[in-house]
């Protein structure tokens, strides 16, 4: 069924250190993938997506990796900064099923340390 | 940069009585949704709306929920009679061609 999970729910780097954030989804069926990031009471913001034909893309210090043979997504966030603190969901689309939803993950927390 | 948006902010209601969470999506966007966050949860899908109409709909979303799109540009979420466990934070979010969806800021909702 859909399923999207999170291999850590809470990763804790240096500032200045990159941080990988590791996503797992079962559906085989998604075609798009998406990386919000939340902060304390606010709403999910977008971050970076790719498309199920890519395996990989590049925004500023943050890189999606897309590995369609094991299902597995990953955020790579270069030279982390204290505003990067914040929970990071990967949320995936079902192209086929209906109005084509969002379907989130359990999400992890990123603390950044001084 | 264009956003959505959501009031009110925050919302307590009685357990028993009818709330109306009101969003403005962005203008040219021809897809809307409902999703709700439980603290600490993940976000949960609770209906999509295109066309003027409800296209897909979670266990969640039963007869107590409902959405309009009574103009151009407001989607409105009505709980009927709210339950305690209806307190969540609740999130609108659009698209104008099934990808980059953005989502507003949320309305929490507390039922006591």
């Known amino acids: 069924g859909e399923s999207v999970g999170l291999h850590l729910p809470t990763l804790s780097v240096q500032e200045g250190d990159n941080s990988i954030i590791n996503c797992a989804y079962s559906n085989s069926a998604s075609d798009y993938f998406i990386w919000y990031k939340q902060e304390s009471g606010k709403g999910p913001q977008f971050i970076i997506d790719i498309r199920s034909n890519m395996d990989k893309r590049q925004g500023q210090r943050v890189t999606v990796l897309l590995n369609k043979t094991v299902k597995h997504l990953s955020l790579q966030i270069a030279a982390t900064q204290p505003g990067d603190s914040a929970v990071y969901f990967c949320a995936e689309r079902d192209r086929i099923q209906g109005a084509q939803k969002l379907v989130f993950g359990q999400g992890t927390r990123l603390t950044i340390n001084p | 940069e264009p956003e959505v948006t959501q009031t009110p902010s925050h919302q307590v209601t009685q357990m028993g009585q009818e709330v109306i969470l009101r969003c403005v999506p962005i203008?040219?966007?021809?897809?809307f949704y409902w999703y709700r966050q439980i603290l600490g949860q993940k976000v949960e899908f609770l209906v999509s709306?295109?066309?003027?109409?409800?296209?897909?709909k979670s266990e969640i979303f039963d007869d107590q929920f409902s959405v309009e799109r009574p103009d151009g540009s407001n989607f409105t979420l009505k709980i009927r009679s709210t339950k305690l466990e209806d307190s969540a934070m609740y999130f609108c979010a659009s698209t104008q061609n099934l990808f980059g969806y953005t989502f507003g800021s949320g309305t929490r909702l507390t039922v006591v």
């Open positions: 203008s040219n966007h021809l897809y």
């Open positions: 709306f295109y066309n003027n109409e409800i296209s897909e």
